[in-house]
């Protein structure tokens, strides 16, 4: 459907409260019934479909047999926003839980080609806006401005990076993914919200362009080097949705189902790698990572038998969107790119090792030997000098498990340094013209209102930021030329705390609700080492 002439941001909040009705679905029944609505629906959907929190059907919970999903209803997750229900709900309370979220949904839930073609939205006005910066941001820098997102009260805000001000807030969609995309220009931004919803919104023009539901539970969204295409990772169903960038407007559907066939799967993570022209995903419950190519020229992929691999005698179906397979012994839960893109560094939550990935050759080259849960999707690479002069190419991550920072060399894949932290954290941050990189503890009881500040080159902690006890402080992203860090003060009434990244001294701090994550334009689209791509 096409949106009406004159449709505009305000108009947008009409749409937000009521996503399209799904089909129809038995729902629980019992006391079961009555316990996840008062403990689960909020975050899981009323049809268990999934919303802030993943979906709960039996499809979606094959890597987690039924005693674990007990544990973490009773204890909660690590690094997510799961609490522990233990003291809330007895034995059999947490026993009949368990049996609900592992009994399947009839009928089952259908998100296909139709479904997601009948949700597009279009607004007719956005074709003719000017591709200059308009009034709207009072002549801002339009490479410095940061996009914030704040859950709180599901708005975004569009901060000025020079002035560090405010210059606008907006209505989103409920449980946006807090990773947005921007165009290669820097123009327009991406959404992707949990339940399945793509948004495009004109930065310059401050206007939605389109919109299009393309899943039930979604992991996170990516916009092609070239600035054509979005790729949409689903958890449910087991699918990557491509999407024309322009409209939003479906391109094809590809069922993540593995190499022999027989197995389906959610996707961890889908990302760009603009150098190779191509999207590479993980997938969570079938040891493969996919690249799947937007370059016209791709080579073919080439399945089954070959008998000349030159003279193309074989199976041979055009590279362009098809999925190239890498064929793992382990999953991989989220994965990270060293700067050249030849290489993927990956983990599970499972694996006491992490991956090094060969992506020409399609295949793992290495093992990481990190400690605990770490977080490579949020790793950071610079250039450091060790004790003999010479210049290396390191990469660091936090943990989700333990107070460390694991740094490693990129051209052995050896550790280089364990960095002692006040606990398990969820973010790494720096800038190319920063000597620190900032991390916090957010998964720390203790410690979850600091920061630490480690210096690049000694790889020790030289500074430490404080909010108040009892608060999070958490995810660092420079302005474009790495003069101030803006920090997440991470609560209800919290705030965007602007410091002084050489001095190491609050500025100001910005009200803002909730504002789990802030994006600066310039910095996402150059492919900054100091954030993730």
């Given at each position: 459907?096409?949106?009406?002439?004159?449709?505009?941001?305000?108009?947008?909040?009409?749409?937000?409260?009521?996503?399209?009705?799904?089909?129809?679905?038995?729902?629980?029944?019992?006391?079961?019934?009555?316990?996840?609505?008062?403990?689960?629906?909020?975050?899981?959907?009323?049809?268990?479909?999934?919303?802030?929190?993943?979906?709960?059907?039996?499809?979606?919970?094959?890597?987690?047999?039924?005693?674990?999903?007990?544990?973490?209803?009773?204890?909660?997750?690590?690094?997510?926003?799961?609490?522990?229900?233990?003291?809330?709900?007895?034995?059999?309370?947490?026993?009949?839980?368990?049996?609900?979220?592992?009994?399947?949904?009839?009928?089952?839930?259908?998100?296909?080609?139709?479904?997601?073609?009948?949700?597009?939205?279009?607004?007719?006005?956005?074709?003719?806006?000017?591709?200059?910066?308009?009034?709207?941001?009072?002549?801002?820098?339009?490479?410095?401005?940061?996009?914030?997102?704040?859950?709180?009260?599901?708005?975004?805000?569009?901060?000025?990076?020079?002035?560090?001000?405010?210059?606008?807030?907006?209505?989103?969609?409920?449980?946006?993914?807090?990773?947005?995309?921007?165009?290669?220009?820097?123009?327009?931004?991406?959404?992707?919200?949990?339940?399945?919803?793509?948004?495009?919104?004109?930065?310059?023009?401050?206007?939605?362009?389109?919109?299009?539901?393309?899943?039930?539970?979604?992991?996170?969204?990516?916009?092609?080097?070239?600035?054509?295409?979005?790729?949409?990772?689903?958890?449910?169903?087991?699918?990557?949705?491509?999407?024309?960038?322009?409209?939003?407007?479906?391109?094809?559907?590809?069922?993540?189902?593995?190499?022999?066939?027989?197995?389906?799967?959610?996707?961890?993570?889908?990302?760009?790698?603009?150098?190779?022209?191509?999207?590479?995903?993980?997938?969570?419950?079938?040891?493969?990572?996919?690249?799947?190519?937007?370059?016209?020229?791709?080579?073919?992929?080439?399945?089954?038998?070959?008998?000349?691999?030159?003279?193309?005698?074989?199976?041979?179906?055009?590279?362009?969107?098809?999925?190239?397979?890498?064929?793992?012994?382990?999953?991989?839960?989220?994965?990270?790119?060293?700067?050249?893109?030849?290489?993927?560094?990956?983990?599970?939550?499972?694996?006491?090792?992490?991956?090094?990935?060969?992506?020409?050759?399609?295949?793992?080259?290495?093992?990481?030997?990190?400690?605990?849960?770490?977080?490579?999707?949020?790793?950071?690479?610079?250039?450091?000098?060790?004790?003999?002069?010479?210049?290396?190419?390191?990469?660091?991550?936090?943990?989700?498990?333990?107070?460390?920072?694991?740094?490693?060399?990129?051209?052995?894949?050896?550790?280089?340094?364990?960095?002692?932290?006040?606990?398990?954290?969820?973010?790494?941050?720096?800038?190319?013209?920063?000597?620190?990189?900032?991390?916090?503890?957010?998964?720390?009881?203790?410690?979850?209102?600091?920061?630490?500040?480690?210096?690049?080159?000694?790889?020790?902690?030289?500074?430490?930021?404080?909010?108040?006890?009892?608060?999070?402080?958490?995810?660092?992203?420079?302005?474009?030329?790495?003069?101030?860090?803006?920090?997440?003060?991470w609560e209800l009434e919290g705030a965007l705390i602007v410091i002084d990244a050489q001095t190491l001294k609050e500025v100001k701090r910005i009200p803002a609700k909730k504002p789990v994550g802030k994006y600066n334009v310039w910095n996402k689209i150059s492919r900054s080492e100091g954030t993730s791509h």
């Open positions: 459907m096409t949106w009406l002439r004159g449709f505009s941001v305000c108009c947008w909040a009409v749409f937000l409260g009521g996503a399209s009705s799904l089909a129809s679905a038995a729902g629980p029944t019992g006391n079961a019934a009555a316990l996840y609505q008062e403990h689960c629906a909020a975050c899981h959907g009323e049809s268990r479909f999934g919303g802030i929190g993943p979906a709960l059907l039996p499809e979606s919970l094959e890597r987690l047999r039924k005693p674990e999903a007990l544990k973490v209803i009773g204890e909660g997750r690590v690094a997510t926003q799961m609490p522990a229900f233990g003291d809330k709900l007895s034995a059999d309370e947490l026993a009949q839980l368990g049996d609900l979220i592992y009994s399947k949904v009839t009928p089952a839930p259908v998100w296909g080609e139709a479904q997601i073609r009948a949700s597009q939205m279009v607004n007719a006005d956005a074709a003719n806006l000017p591709a200059q910066p308009g009034p709207g941001l009072r002549g801002a820098d339009p490479l410095n401005l940061f996009i914030v997102v704040e859950t709180g009260d599901h708005h975004v805000s569009l901060l000025d990076g020079d002035k560090l001000e405010r210059l606008y807030r907006f209505p989103s969609r409920y449980a946006l993914h807090g990773g947005p995309k921007f165009s290669p220009d820097g123009r327009f931004v991406y959404f992707a919200s949990r339940d399945g919803w793509i948004t495009k919104f004109d930065i310059y023009n401050l206007m939605v362009v389109a919109e299009i539901r393309a899943g039930l539970n979604t992991r996170n969204a990516a916009v092609s080097g070239d600035g054509k295409w979005v790729m949409v990772a689903n958890y449910l169903p087991h699918s990557l949705v491509l999407l024309d960038a322009g409209d939003l407007s479906l391109v094809k559907v590809i069922p993540t189902l593995n190499a022999a066939g027989d197995k389906t799967s959610r996707v961890s993570a889908v990302y760009d790698a603009a150098p190779r022209k191509s999207f590479v995903a993980a997938l969570k419950d079938v040891p493969e990572v996919w690249e799947i190519s937007y370059d016209p020229e791709a080579e073919p992929v080439a399945e089954g038998l070959v008998h000349d691999f030159q003279y193309k005698e074989g199976h041979f179906t055009p590279g362009m969107f098809y999925p190239r397979r890498t064929l793992l012994k382990d999953y991989l839960d989220d994965f990270f790119f060293t700067q050249t893109y030849h290489e993927i560094l990956g983990a599970s939550r499972s694996a006491s090792k992490g991956q090094v990935i060969f992506l020409d050759g399609r295949k793992k080259i290495a093992d990481l030997d990190l400690p605990g849960m770490p977080h490579l999707g949020s790793g950071i690479t610079w250039k450091w000098k060790d004790p003999a002069g010479r210049e290396r190419t390191v990469m660091a991550s936090p943990n989700l498990n333990e107070g460390v920072i694991t740094v490693i060399d990129l051209g052995t894949y050896q550790i280089i340094k364990e960095i002692k932290t006040l606990g398990p954290g969820f973010f790494l941050r720096s800038h190319e013209n920063s000597r620190y990189a900032f991390t916090d503890s957010m998964m720390s009881k203790e410690h979850k209102n600091a920061l630490q500040v480690i210096d690049k080159q000694t790889l020790e902690v030289v500074g430490q930021i404080e909010a108040a006890p009892g608060q999070t402080l958490a995810h660092v992203e420079f302005t474009r030329d790495g003069r101030y860090a803006l920090a997440s003060l």
